[in-house]
């Protein structure tokens, strides 16, 4: 862990980076799809136009993060974050609106650029920008707002829906999201100052890490193109799968309730993924990681594919949340410290859509596979074979000389 002097120094921009990650839930894929039931009923969907309306909005919204997205690199931090937060709280007050097939769409693809696209990439922007040494476990508490936000939301949303409609929990989204954007300037207050001191690091060239790329190098790098399946399959899979909760637990003869309650277990286990993650990450490096830390997720997979007992809920979601809490602080931490961070802000834009471009075409992937009649353990059991191909094409990176970079 670190210590409580650095806590007490850099506390409250770890603390930002957790409410960013936590904001992120509007527009994260667990959170919309525990509307999914009702949003098909209402306007005529099955679940494979649901999926592809999902897929084109998120598809849309991954374009607009590279563009939209490098501004990190030049917007003071408190101004984006803030502008993030506003247009996330409006296309949620959109989403207690929507009258058509067409408008959600937009508001789904609102939802996705502002939530996890925009807010997530704030967060592991700033946590990597302005942390070195300490750069794994900085990110491995920021990142616990992503499961702070698993842990409470879905049981809330659950609760919500017995007592009211779905638009009445949208419109109280909006009204906290936009309530809670004076506090980003409460808890970046003083950084103008961490920008300077950054500016100086790198004019002197005391910053560390291993050089400054910008965006052209690194898509010109093969270990980009050779890492980013393994770092794309944790947020793809739970996409995927997440996405069709309510079919995967009436497939398995689950109530959904016990989906939603085991979101309590994949909380637990991403905590304890990042809180084990970050100290390793700062100890041996991102880049030796990439190609082992699929093992949780290969595990959660085959859980899903072989298992019908209701214990199988809790272990897959278990499992997963291992998986994902260990890839945030690797995703977060890979990219800097293999490319600097002067452009940092463009590198994860393009990055950060490639994820939001694969987990945008999972849900109508699986929608699909679903609808033409493919089973979720033939389903999950592909997703397996999956994470055994990717570290394969990660692992051949592991043994090269820093210097052939």
């Known amino acids: 862990m670190l210590p409580l002097s650095f806590l007490r120094i850099h506390g409250r921009l770890i603390g930002f980076g957790f409410f960013m990650y936590f904001c992120s839930s509007a527009g994260q894929t667990f959170f919309i799809a525990l509307f999914g039931g009702e949003l098909r009923a209402d306007f ?42 506003a247009g996330l709280a409006g296309v949620s007050l959109l989403t207690s609106a929507i009258w058509s097939a067409a408008a959600l769409a937009v508001a789904l693809f609102g939802l996705r650029l502002f939530g ?13 920008r302005y942390f070195e040494a300490e750069r794994g476990r900085a990110l491995s508490i920021a990142v616990m707002g992503l499961p702070a936000g698993k842990f409470v939301l879905p049981s809330l949303v659950v609760a919500g829906l017995a007592v009211t409609d ?25 950084h103008g100052a961490r920008d300077t001191a950054l500016r100086l690091r790198r004019e002197t060239g005391k910053s560390g890490g291993t050089g400054d790329r910008a965006l052209g190098a690194v898509l010109r790098d093969a270990g980009l193109w050779l890492r980013l399946p393994a770092l794309l399959a944790t947020p793809a899979i739970f996409t995927g799968l997440i996405f069709h909760q309510v079919h995967l637990a009436a497939a398995k003869g689950w109530p959904l309730s016990l989906i939603a309650g085991s979101f309590s277990v ?46 199988a ?64 353990e033939r389903i999950a059991l592909a997703c397996a074979a999956y994470c055994l191909v990717a570290a394969a094409l990660a692992a051949t990176l592991r043994e090269r000389p820093r210097a052939a970079r």
Do not use: K
Request: glycine content about 14%.
């Open 116 to 128: 996890q696209g925009l807010s997530g990439h704030t967060a592991a922007t700033a946590m990597g």
């Open 44 to 85: 005529g969907l099955s679940h494979g136009t649901f999926g592809t309306i999902y897929a084109v909005a998120t598809l849309a919204s991954a374009a607009t993060l590279i563009w939209i997205g490098r501004l990190i690199d030049r917007v003071r931090l408190p101004l984006f974050a803030a502008g993030v937060l």
């Open 313 to 376: 809920a809790p272990l897959f979601l278990g499992l997963m949340g291992l998986a994902t809490g260990i890839s945030f602080v690797i995703g977060g931490a890979l990219w800097p410290e293999l490319y600097g961070t002067t452009h940092l802000g463009a590198i994860r834009a393009f990055t950060q859509a490639v994820m939001v471009f694969a987990t945008g075409f999972a849900p109508a992937a699986v929608g699909l596979a679903i609808d033409g009649g493919v089973s979720v």
């Open 166 to 190: 779905w638009r009445s929990l949208w419109l109280v989204t909006a009204i906290v999201l936009a309530a809670a954007i004076p506090l980003v300037f409460v808890l970046l207050d003083g």
């Open 266 to 311: 994949f909380a637990v286990a991403s905590i304890a993924g990042t809180l084990g993650a970050g100290p390793l990450v700062d100890r041996v490096g991102a880049r030796r990681l990439v190609s082992v830390f699929l093992a949780p997720l290969l595990l959660s997979c085959l859980a899903l594919g072989l298992g019908n007992d209701p214990l």
